[in-house]
């Protein structure tokens, strides 16, 4: 009899460690299971991440698009002139031309463009897309209206300051 309760104590041990092992095993799989479903997560947070910051990029370009500009007959505008090829470089060289008048609206984001004030020689008019095309600001604009100001701010005032090389 001493024999047998003798393995049956032995069977007993061996499934309880077997028993604990299998614990053991399913713990680990539990914490390797969450460990994977927390990376998932991440991931699924980068990507919205992502997206949201592709949303941002799009509607910042979308707000600076040309397309949204809308030209009338008799607008000031400014053209983008091509640079002159000369051995200097062409940094300094003015990039649009202007003052300009809008003579004509057409199809397709196009405008019928003339010089404003004729200079000497031939006038310049062309065609162009309105991404060639910008609003003339005049130094003397103010952005602001002054008779917004109270009289406790001080008016903002633009200055030019030239420096000699």
Known sequence: MMGNLANDLKMVKNELRLLQGDIKNFKEERQSLLLQIQEKNKNVDNLKSINDSLVKTNSYYDKNKSGKVLLRKGDIVAVRRKPNTTSESTKTQPRYRGPMVVAEVRPSDTYRISQLEPRKGRPYAAIVHV????????????????????????ETQRSVVFLSV
């Open 131 to 154: 991404s060639q095309l910008k609003a003339w600001r005049s130094w003397n604009e103010d952005d602001d209206d002054s008779s917004t100001n109270s009289h406790n701010e001080p």
